[in-house]
């Protein structure tokens, strides 16, 4: 079965924003009200609303984020279920602070990956897991110009194939070791490496997170594999992977009105219902495309993460982001 969870996250005004910005343009275009909490109105030319699982506001904090919609999924996580949580909106609209990976963080500012982590590890190390002989493993890629990379690579060609042939998975025992992992990663990525002059750090990224446990079914002991999938999706890889940029042209006379609009809405409508989405969303064997398409649609218990910023300044692309989380669908 799949299921899948919609939340909305508005990021505050940062301060390089409030000196950047003319001020005009900083009003706040975003509210929810306490009356109808699942709910925000958007201010624009016209005023229209839209209704998630969860509406996060700017005081939120990252541990009530992953408080009220990733441990539900842990559990389901440990019992044999995939789970993905994708995290996407326009760039600096907070995708990667939210799933936490971006390097430096305090113990407050940790995002969902870390505390993830922290959650999976003591539950598979607890007494009632344990007699299942867990093994938990990582693997970190980085997706841009449509070509993977392994980022737990050490040296050689970590350049990926489509169905991600000789991905390392690296054995981890702790929190720590994870940690490390990760940002050895960060380290390795392209864009640090090749590409100095390139100014847009959104990139995609998936890490997956997979044990074995040992489990019970009808008096035998089989070994279960499950995957716990985090994705940080970055708008401009949507629409390159997505095979959209063709389509979109002929759809849109603006470059602006191209960047995320149909790209979005495809890629999380995907997410709700495969069978009925394949006619009309183009896999056309980007990298990309493949990774997410094994990953949301056998029995996943998916959590998408509309991110958003709340002013005047990005209306054009709050508006698409969250038109494109209002098309994915749920599946009952
Ligand atoms: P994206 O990955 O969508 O491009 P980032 O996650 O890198 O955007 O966020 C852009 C900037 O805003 C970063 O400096 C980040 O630390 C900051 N930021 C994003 N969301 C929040 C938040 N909820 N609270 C504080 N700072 C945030
Ligand atoms: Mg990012």
């Given amino acids: 079965m799949n299921l899948l969870h919609k939340a909305l996250r508005i990021r505050p005004l940062s301060a390089e924003e409030l000196v950047r910005i003319p001020s005009r343009l900083q009003r706040n275009v975003i509210s929810t009200t306490p009356f109808t909490p699942n709910q925000v109105v958007i201010q624009g030319e016209k005023k229209q609303s839209f209704t998630f699982d969860h509406v996060f506001g700017p005081e939120t904090t990252q541990k009530e984020i992953y408080d009220k919609t990733v441990m539900k999924l842990i559990d389901q996580f440990l019992e044999g279920n995939n789970v993905t949580v994708l995290t996407f909106g326009h760039t600096s609209s907070g995708k990667s ?3 936490g990976t971006t390097e430096k963080s305090t113990h407050e500012s940790k995002g969902i990956i870390p505390r993830s982590i922290t959650t999976l590890l003591s539950c598979v190390n607890s007494t009632q897991y344990k007699t299942r002989k867990p093994f938990m493993k990582v693997s ?4 841009y110009n449509d070509e993977s990379t392994d980022l737990l690579c050490e040296g050689g060609d970590r350049k ?6 000789g991905l390392q998975e690296i054995r981890v025992n702790s929190a720590e070791e994870v940690t490390g992992l990760l940002s050895l990663g960060q380290l390795n990525r392209r864009s640090n490496a090749q590409d100095l002059n390139r100014h847009d750090p ?4 998936v890490i997956v997170f997979s044990p074995k446990l040992n489990k019970q079914f009808d008096g035998e002991w089989v070994t279960v594999t499950s995957k716990f999938h985090f994705v940080d999706l970055a708008g401009n890889e949507m629409v390159r992977s997505f095979g959209l940029e063709h389509k979109l042209k002929e759809h849109f006379t603006s470059t602006n009105e191209l960047t995320t609009k149909v790209a979005i809405g495809n ?3 995907a997410l709700g219902d495969p069978s009925e989405n394949s006619t009309f969303l183009p896999y056309k064997g980007s990298k990309l495309t493949r990774i997410l398409q094994n990953y949301l ?13 709340p002013i005047e300044y ?3 692309e709050t508006v698409n982001t969250l038109e494109y989380a209002k098309h994915a669908r749920k599946i009952k």
Avoid: P
Avoid at 202 to 205: A, L
């Fill in 97 to 99: 602070y939210t799933m």
């Fill in 140 to 143: 970190f890629v980085e997706i």
């Fill in 314 to 316: 990005n209306i054009k």
């Fill in 202 to 205: 959104d990139n995609s990224h």
């Fill in 297 to 309: 649609c056998n029995n996943i218990q998916a959590l998408i993460i509309a991110c958003v910023s």
């Fill in 160 to 165: 990926l194939n489509t169905s991600l042939t």
């Fill in 267 to 269: 890629a999380i409508c």
